[in-house]
């Protein structure tokens, strides 16, 4: 298959040298590959140190050299590679290259325009771990990612849960990408590159960041059935022992799966939107009966629940259990009536959330996933005719053009040097060499989004200077659940102003703040888009000059079958095999584990699109419209499975409650300490073994042995003792921590730092929050420029807090704003209380 010519894309005059190996490093040159970057990538004499078919992915779109990096002619090949690029990608332990003979600071000293990007495992200043052998589940053990997995797994006892997603390497690949993008936008600005570093520890706490964050004396109100179970069996001793059905009985009936006509389970995501838990029942032709047996909808769910007419309230998340139970059991019945893919289209022309359960080689092999450009064709060297996750982030206007990627093409030394040499490299004048500013001051954001994925997207780009105003309606669409709680993380660096744009004061308000703003965030359908008069055309009669990124769930490049459809992280997960591999079967779906798997991922997507829109349009002129998705991400998720071929073996990547790692050498160990090691190991590393006390011997052991000796062994010294041998001799090892206790050993007083000189974790308690609750979050840490400056964000304000100062500075006198609050047209609050009772 041809490749399509890359000139349409936004970062086709950019040369990166890629040094990455694993997932993280080459992950990130694929992505600026994809948008159009030419890349030089670096492998050792004896090929990839990682050997997968998910290279053949991460390796597209470049020129593969191969470089003894230890050798004095290697080191020079490299230098001379270095000389020719903007942007230089490697994911070793700190100091490696240095050793190497590279140093990243005195290359950018040398070159003060020159990018470097470091994706270590742990922090250059974490000093405990900064040296570890840090494999992609030893951080995720130390980091929390496989304890107390979600509430299914607390109430089923499995703790720690082993799950193969790579969600460190991911979520380190999003942040990472925008990172480089963001600088070398800034480059444009000022002349000058960057030295950046963004720990994959750092960056899983920031994806995992709605899951780490403690509020004091949260509201009854919004606890689920299941964590009111895990209290009352903890209150009373009682062990945490319940099977998959029964769990079932404790989720919403507007948050499950249920088993369709055909035998597949279909999942149902409608807790807390204020129409589409009733369009859900009505479509299911149950709504009226439920009504007449007292189903309510409260006015407004933002009273506090004493205050409510009735003791329930659709659209608010979680229900009351006796509710859930029958509403349930009513739903259940009716989904047997249709198949799945039935229920699919009636949900999604019915415009309400709701998706069938597919493994992952159906979602490689789906329709969609073909037709909308999220699956894409390539023709490997090694394995032929492959199909591969698609582009991560596109731009409206050129994403066609990613859709036919080059395969990888292994070429000698000297004709990648005349590749890099070729491209011209135009710079603006270089200012002084040691300026700091944020690479987004000055820039205005308008945010119209809801939920996790677009929010956060903006809430990013926030720590690095952009200016946002965060724009809801004057009543709420979501419950408090949704908004508010999430808010708390996504709504930090915002200003609130809230204003009702159906009404023709309000719609002129709306227009002013696009007049005004130079990039615009919405995470919606495309039909959405076009109603709200922010399709392409509508935009440039407002604001030529405004970048539009969109966000939305099942979105690609091109239009497919499902693209128009709603739908949240939760369905992306069952769509694309998540759950499934998660709880092992068609029959056992679960969500994995934690809030915003995919979400946060997504939305710093939505920043990496931003990013290249800015550079394109500082570099060309021409206004770009950055798209991406959650299905798009859920791609990254699962990139060391996520790919097909002819030859290609089983989908037999670790699966299901019960398992604990992928082999012998690779799993979870029960210790003399009451608590599990995750070992970490490959075949070459088994001489090493021979250096561990009370391991002697164990290189011996026939393979079928292997999990019984080390299981045994194990038990005979305690936790933290084997992390500290096995790390000696330079064995991956990590004690399964979880995160609470990780928040608890690094959180300071808020005190107006960013948290990235903590180490690999950092945490703030805000004492004094503006919603009268202690709350405890992650710092926005994990991006860390040397030249760069990043801000400390302020906690979250109450939704509304800025109505009045915003409308004032469009124009509004005060007797005006006064006016319009009256009639309905703006709103100062949501609820008397920040955090509704």
């Given at each position: 298959?041809?490749?399509?010519?890359?000139?349409?894309?936004?970062?086709?005059?950019?040369?990166?040298?890629?040094?990455?190996?694993?997932?993280?490093?080459p992950a990130v040159a694929m992505i600026l590959a994809d948008l159009g970057a030419t890349v030089v990538h670096i492998d050792p004499p004896g090929g990839p140190l990682w050997h997968s078919p998910a290279n053949a992915t991460l390796n597209r779109n470049k020129l593969i050299v191969t470089i003894d990096l230890k050798s004095p002619e290697g080191r020079e090949q490299a230098l001379a590679l270095i000389e020719e690029a903007d942007i230089v990608v490697e994911n070793f332990r700190p100091g490696v290259m240095a050793r190497m003979g590279l140093d990243l600071a005195a290359l950018r000293e040398a070159r003060p325009e020159l990018i470097t990007l470091s994706i270590p495992g742990f922090a250059s200043n974490d000093a405990l771990r900064r040296e570890w052998r840090a494999f992609e589940s030893v951080i995720a053990a130390q980091s929390g990612v496989f304890t107390d997995m979600g509430l299914n797994r607390v109430l089923m006892g499995i703790n720690p849960s082993f799950s193969p997603l790579p969600l460190a390497s991911a979520y380190g690949t999003m942040l990472a990408a925008s990172a480089v993008v963001l600088a070398l936008q800034a480059r444009e600005r000022?002349?000058?590159?960057?030295?950046?570093?963004?720990?994959?520890?750092?960056?899983?706490?920031?994806?995992?960041?709605?899951?780490?964050?403690?509020?004091?004396?949260?509201?009854?109100?919004?606890?689920?059935?299941?964590?009111?179970?895990?209290?009352?069996?903890?209150?009373?001793?009682?062990?945490?022992?319940?099977?998959?059905?029964?769990?079932?009985?404790?989720?919403?009936?507007?948050?499950?799966?249920?088993?369709?006509?055909?035998?597949?389970?279909?999942?149902?995501?409608?807790?807390?939107?204020?129409?589409?838990?009733?369009?859900?029942?009505?479509?299911?032709?149950?709504?009226?009966?439920?009504?007449?047996?007292?189903?309510?909808?409260?006015?407004?769910?933002?009273?506090?629940?004493?205050?409510?007419?009735?003791?329930?309230?659709?659209?608010?998340?979680?229900?009351?259990?006796?509710?859930?139970?029958?509403?349930?059991?009513?739903?259940?019945?009716?989904?047997?009536?249709?198949?799945?893919?039935?229920?699919?289209?009636?949900?999604?022309?019915?415009?309400?959330?709701?998706?069938?359960?597919?493994?992952?080689?159906?979602?490689?092999?789906?329709?969609?996933?073909?037709?909308?450009?999220?699956?894409?064709?390539?023709?490997?060297?090694?394995?032929?005719?492959?199909?591969?996750?698609?582009?991560?982030?596109?731009?409206?206007?050129?994403?066609?053009?990613?859709?036919?990627?080059?395969?990888?093409?292994?070429?000698?030394?000297?004709?990648?040097?005349?590749?890099?040499?070729?491209?011209?490299?135009?710079?603006?004048?270089?200012?002084?060499?040691?300026?700091?500013?944020?690479?987004?001051?000055?820039?205005?954001?308008?945010?119209?989004?809801?939920?996790?994925?677009?929010?956060?997207?903006?809430?990013?780009?926030?720590?690095?200077?952009?200016?946002?105003?965060?724009?809801?309606?004057?009543?709420?669409?979501?419950?408090?659940?949704?908004?508010?709680?999430?808010?708390?993380?996504?709504?930090?660096?915002?200003?609130?102003?809230?204003?009702?744009?159906?009404?023709?004061?309000?719609?002129?308000?709306?227009?002013?703040?696009?007049?005004?703003?130079?990039?615009?965030?919405?995470?919606?359908?495309?039909?959405?888009?076009?109603?709200?008069?922010?399709?392409?055309?509508?935009?440039?009669?407002?604001?030529?000059?405004?970048?539009?990124?969109?966000?939305?769930?099942?979105?690609?490049?091109?239009?497919?079958?499902?693209?128009?459809?709603?739908?949240?992280?939760?369905?992306?997960?069952?769509?694309?095999?998540?759950?499934?591999?998660?709880?092992?079967?068609?029959?056992?779906?679960?969500?994995?584990?934690?809030?915003?798997?995919?979400?946060?991922?997504?939305?710093?997507?939505?920043?990496?699109?931003?990013?290249?829109?800015?550079?394109?349009?500082?570099?060309?002129?021409?206004?770009?419209?950055?798209?991406?998705?959650?299905?798009?991400?859920?791609?990254?998720?699962?990139?060391?499975?996520?790919?097909?071929?002819?030859?290609?073996?089983?989908?037999?990547?670790?699966?299901?409650?019960?398992?604990?790692?992928?082999?012998?050498?690779?799993?979870?160990?029960?210790?003399?300490?009451?608590?599990?090691?995750?070992?970490?190991?490959?075949?070459?590393?088994?001489?090493?073994?021979?250096?561990?006390?009370?391991?002697?011997?164990?290189?011996?052991?026939?393979?079928?042995?292997?999990?019984?000796?080390?299981?045994?062994?194990?038990?005979?010294?305690?936790?933290?003792?084997?992390?500290?041998?096995?790390?000696?001799?330079?064995?991956?090892?990590?004690?399964?921590?979880?995160?609470?206790?990780?928040?608890?050993?690094?959180?300071?007083?808020?005190?107006?730092?960013?948290?990235?000189?903590?180490?690999?974790?950092?945490?703030?308690?805000?004492?004094?929050?503006?919603?009268?609750?202690?709350?405890?979050?992650?710092?926005?840490?994990?991006?860390?420029?040397?030249?760069?400056?990043?801000?400390?964000?302020?906690?979250?304000?109450?939704?509304?807090?800025?109505?009045?100062?915003?409308?004032?500075?469009?124009?509004?006198?005060?007797?005006?704003?006064?006016?319009?609050?009256?009639?309905?047209?703006?709103?100062?609050?949501?609820?008397?209380?920040?955090?509704?009772?």
């Open positions: 298959m041809a490749a399509t010519d890359n000139s349409s894309l936004p970062l086709r005059d950019v040369k990166v040298v890629d040094f990455g190996q694993y997932m993280a490093g000022t002349g000058l590159g960057d030295q950046v570093e963004v720990p994959l520890a750092s960056a899983v706490m920031e994806g995992l960041c709605y899951n780490s964050i403690k509020i004091e004396n949260t509201p009854e109100r919004y606890k689920t059935q299941r964590e009111k179970e895990i209290e009352r069996r903890r209150t009373e001793g009682l062990p945490m022992n319940l099977s998959y059905d029964d769990l079932q009985e404790l989720l919403d009936p507007f948050y499950r799966s249920y088993k369709c006509k055909d035998g597949r389970m279909f999942y149902v995501v409608c807790p807390s939107h204020k129409h589409h838990a009733k369009r859900c029942l009505q479509a299911l032709g149950i709504y009226d009966e439920l009504v007449a047996e007292g189903l309510g909808e409260e006015e407004d769910t933002y009273l506090p629940v004493s205050e409510w007419k009735g003791e329930v309230s659709l659209g608010v998340y979680p229900l009351p259990k006796a509710w859930a139970d029958r509403i349930s059991a009513r739903m259940k019945e009716v989904f047997m009536t249709r198949t799945a893919k039935e229920w699919e289209r009636i949900f999604g022309r019915g415009k309400f959330p709701g998706a069938p359960h597919r493994w992952l080689q159906e979602w490689i092999n789906d329709d969609h996933a073909e037709t909308a450009g999220l699956m894409v064709e390539v023709d490997d060297p090694e394995y032929g005719h492959m199909t591969q996750p698609g582009p991560m982030v596109w731009m409206e206007e050129s994403g066609e053009a990613m859709l036919h990627p080059r395969a990888r093409r292994h070429v000698e030394f000297s004709y990648a040097l005349r590749t890099l040499a070729a491209i011209e490299t135009k710079l603006p004048r270089v200012r002084q060499k040691n300026a700091r500013d944020g690479w987004l001051d000055g820039v205005r954001i308008l945010d119209l989004c809801n939920v996790i994925a677009g929010p956060h997207s903006v809430a990013y780009l926030a720590r690095f200077g952009a200016k946002v105003i965060k724009l809801d309606p004057a009543k709420p669409f979501y419950d408090c659940w949704n908004t508010v709680i999430f808010g708390m993380s996504h709504m930090r660096g915002k200003r609130s102003l809230l204003t009702d744009i159906a009404r023709p004061e309000g719609r002129a308000i709306f227009e002013q703040l696009v007049k005004a703003s130079d990039v615009i965030v919405w995470n919606a359908p495309d039909r959405q888009v076009q109603s709200m008069g922010l399709d392409a055309d509508s935009l440039k009669k407002l604001n030529p000059d405004a970048i539009f990124c969109k966000l939305d769930c099942f979105s690609g490049p091109r239009p497919g079958p499902r693209s128009g459809y709603l739908g949240y992280d939760d369905l992306v997960q069952a769509s694309t095999g998540i759950m499934t591999r998660f709880g092992g079967s068609m029959d056992t779906p679960e969500e994995h584990a934690h809030v915003g798997t995919i979400d946060v991922m997504c939305g710093f997507g939505g920043s990496l699109g931003i990013a290249a829109a800015l550079y394109q349009k500082l570099k060309t002129g021409r206004t770009g419209r950055p798209r991406t998705s959650l299905s798009a991400l859920s791609n990254l998720a699962q990139m060391p499975f996520c790919y097909d071929y002819a030859r290609r073996g089983l989908f037999d990547e670790p699966a299901g409650r019960e398992v604990v790692g992928y082999d012998a050498l690779s799993r979870f160990y029960y210790t003399s300490s009451d608590r599990f090691v995750l070992l970490s190991a490959y075949e070459a590393d088994l001489p090493r073994f021979e250096k561990v006390p009370g391991l002697e011997g164990f290189s011996q052991v026939p393979v079928e042995g292997r999990a019984a000796f080390l299981a045994q062994a194990f038990m005979n010294a305690r936790a933290v003792d084997w992390v500290e041998r096995l790390q000696a001799a330079d064995i991956g090892a990590a004690i399964c921590e979880n995160i609470e206790t990780i928040r608890a050993y690094n959180s300071r007083p808020a005190d107006g730092t960013p948290g990235t000189a903590q180490g690999s974790y950092a945490f703030s308690v805000f004492a004094d929050h503006p919603s009268g609750h202690a709350v405890t979050q992650l710092d926005p840490f994990a991006v860390r420029p040397r030249r760069g400056k990043i801000y400390a964000l302020e906690p979250a304000e109450k939704y509304g807090a800025s109505t009045r100062a915003v409308l004032q500075e469009l124009g509004h006198t005060e007797a005006e704003v006064q006016r319009l609050l009256d009639d309905g047209v703006a709103s100062d609050s949501w609820s008397r209380e920040y955090l509704p009772s």
